[in-house]
């Protein structure tokens, strides 16, 4: 029996899928993150992202229902090879100037990665007629691009600064 070829709505579920996981992996991440962090603007950043990261699973999980999917996660290998690396310079860099520097570098990492799959979601909802959805991964989407806006105004202002100096 011929299997039947995947569609695109099928690779919208499995998209979905990855970054439910993915932001997931993050709400884990992010209080570790601001923990580490020496610079209160950065904390004050990583502990106010873990509240939107809330907020972006909750309309995950309003996309699924939309399509009539159960809301579940399918292993992120992306996400957790930047969450390890994430835990690498906080383990090499602990008590470090730098170490800042290198937590801000792997957040923008994820933010990054995060911006590329909701702008490819938002475009499959679209072409899936699903326009609720497309609002949805729209607002996430917003919300990560002005995240990644303010870790690069905190890089350029302080923490690569302080991170240098130290050298």
Known sequence: MAKESKKLDDLFHDTLKDIYFAEK????ALPKMAKAAHSEE???AFEKHHGETEGQ?????KVFDMIGKKAQGKTCDAIIGLVE???QVMKEYKGSPALDAGLLAG??????????RYGTLKTWADELGLGEAVGLLDATL??????DATLTKIAESVVNQEA???S
């Open 107 to 116: 957040a923008q990492a994820v933010e990054h990665y995060e911006i590329s």
């Open 25 to 28: 992996k993050i709400l884990t």
């Open 57 to 61: 699973v909750e309309r995950l999980e």
């Open 85 to 87: 690396e994430g835990q």
């Open 142 to 147: 917003e919300e990560e691009k002005k995240t």
């Open 164 to 166: 240098e100096q130290a």
């Open 42 to 44: 950065l904390r004050a």
